[in-house]
C-alpha cells in the first residue's frame, strides 16, 4: 500500500488538511482532472494478458471511448472508437468484465456502413464507395498511443505526454519497483469488476492509510497484524513491504500455490503494493498479485476493475487456493468500497470544508501534494 519513498516519518505533530469539499463533488473539479491529469499523462488500462494478440477491448478513458487493440504481430494501438466515415461509434462498449478471448477479431467493422479497419487501425474495406473515391491511406483510425510495461497496459491521450518510462518514473515510481518480477508471464485468473459510488481521489486516498483498518478490515488484520496498528507501512523495514502471516493474500494464509515469477523466497511471506498514479493500485505477496484499474465516470462514481494475476504454473489443483485469494481480496475490496462511499456522502455535506490528515495519513498528503501539482489550487478553473 506504500512506495518505499514515502517511508520517512512526518515531523512529529504533523497534521495537514485534507482535499476541500469541491475537489471531491465538483463537476468542474472533475473535467479540470480529465484536462490535466487523464487526458495529459498515461492511464493503466489492465495486464497484458486481457490484450490477447487479435484482441480489442473497449475502454472509457477521461470520458474518451477508445479501442485497445493488439495486431498479430503483437503490437498494442489505441484508437478513438469513431468510424472515419460519419463518425458512428465503432465498437459497442462491453461489460468491462467481458472475457478478452471472446472480444477477438480479425478486423474493427462499423456497424453503420460496414467500412473496415484493420487492427493496427488501417483502412481496409468501404463497401459500395468506389476505391478511388476516398484516400485509404488518408483514412486510418485516429490513434493514441499504447505502451506496455512489464506486463501493465497503459493508454495517453495525448501526443505529448512522454515517454511511458519517464512517466512511471516521475508519477508512479511504486511500479518499477517490482521490475524484478516477470509480471507480463502472469496469468489472470479471474476479472472482477464493481461500479463504487465515491470519487476516484476518494479510493486513493483510503488505499493510502490503514488507520481504518482495523475497524473495517476484521479478516485483513487477522493476515497482516501490523495493520492493527494503524501502520501501513512497517516503521521498522525500509523497504515498503508488510509480514503476512503465510505467503498468501487469503483467509487462512497458506494456499500452496506457486510463486509469482522471479519472486524470491525471501520475500514470499511478504506484501508489497504501489498506487500506479493516477488510476491503479498493484498489490503482490509471494504467490498472487492484483491489478486494480480505476475508470473514474463522474465525480461520484468510480469503475473499478480488478485482475487476479497467477504464476503461469498453477494447474487445475489449484483452483481452490486461487478462490481462496481472489474471494479474500473481494471481501476486502467490498468493505473498502463501502466506507468510501460514505465518505464521498459525508464530504457532499455542505458542512464540510476540509478535513484533517494525521501522522499515519502521511501518504494521503503525498498523494494530495502530488495531486495539486499537476491540477494547480482549488479555485476557478482557468
Ligand atoms: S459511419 Fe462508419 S461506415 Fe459510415
Ligand atoms: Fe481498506
Redesign the pocket.
Given at each position: 500500500m506504500g512506495s518505499k519513498d514515502a517511508i520517512a516519518a512526518p515531523p512529529g505533530q504533523a497534521t495537514w488538511p485534507t482535499l476541500t469539499r469541491d475537489e471531491y463533488v465538483t463537476a468542474d473539479v472533475f473535467e479540470r482532472e480529465r484536462e490535466r491529469i487523464f487526458r495529459r499523462g498515461w492511464m493503466l488500462v489492465g495486464h497484458a494478458a486481457t490484450f490477447p494478440v487479435g484482441g480489442r477491448r473497449v475502454v472509457d478513458l477521461a470520458g474518451e471511448s477508445v479501442i485497445v487493440t493488439r495486431d498479430r504481430d503483437g503490437d498494442l494501438h489505441a484508437f478513438a472508437n469513431v468510424c472515419r466515415h460519419r463518425g458512428a461509434q465503432l465498437c459497442s462498449p462491453h461489460p468491462p468484465h467481458a472475457d478478452p478471448e471472446t472480444l477477438a477479431a480479425p478486423s474493427l467493422q462499423c456497424p453503420y456502413h460496414a467500412w473496415t479497419y484493420a487492427l493496427d487501425g488501417r483502412l481496409l474495406s468501404t463497401p459500395r464507395v468506389d476505391p478511388d473515391e476516398i484516400d485509404r491511406e488518408r483514412h486510418g483510425l485516429w490513434t493514441y498511443r499504447a505502451d506496455e510495461h512489464n506486463g501493465l497496459v497503459f493508454v495517453s491521450l495525448s501526443p505529448e505526454a512522454g515517454p511511458l518510462t519517464r512517466w512511471i518514473a516521475e508519477h508512479a515510481p511504486g511500479v518499477a519497483e517490482f521490475d524484478d518480477l516477470r509480471l507480463a508471464d502472469m496469468v489472470v485468473a479471474r476479472r472482477t469488476t464493481a461500479e463504487v459510488a465515491a470519487n476516484w481521489k476518494i479510493l486513493v486516498e483510503?488505499y493510502q492509510e490503514c488507520l481504518?483498518?482495523a475497524v473495517?478490515?476484521p479478516e485483513l488484520v487477522e493476515v497482516v497484524p501490523l495493520y492493527r496498528t494503524g501502520h501501513v507501512l512497517d516503521p521498522t523495514r525500509d523497504d515498503g513491504a508488510v509480514e503476512v502471516s503465510g505467503n498468501s493474500f487469503s483467509a487462512g494464509g497458506h494456499e500452496d500455490l506457486p510463486l509469482v515469477p522471479g519472486m524470491h523466497d525471501d520475500r514470499a511471506g511478504l506484501y508489497d503494493g504501489a498506487v500506479v498514479f493516477p488510476n491503479g493500485f498493484l498489490d503482490v505477496t509471494g504467490t498472487s498479485v492484483s491489478l486494480l484499474t480505476m475508470f473514474p465516470l463522474a465525480p461520484d462514481r468510480t469503475l473499478t476493475v480488478t485482475e487476479y494475476l497467477f504464476s503461469p504454473d498453477v494447474t487445475d489443483d489449484d483452483a481452490v487456493g486461487i478462490d481462496h485469494v481472489v474471494d479474500f481480496n473481494e471481501l476486502?475490496a467490498a468493505?473498502?468500497g463501502v466506507v468510501c462511499e460514505g465518505v464521498q456522502r459525508g464530504v457532499s455535506s455542505t458542512a464540510f470544508d476540509t478535513g484533517v490528515l494525521t501522522s499515519k495519513d502521511a501518504l494521503v498528503h503525498d498523494f494530495n501534494e502530488q495531486y495539486r501539482s499537476l491540477i494547480g489550487p482549488p479555485g476557478p478553473v482557468t
Open positions: 483510503n481504518h483498518c473495517v478490515h476486502v468493505q473498502d
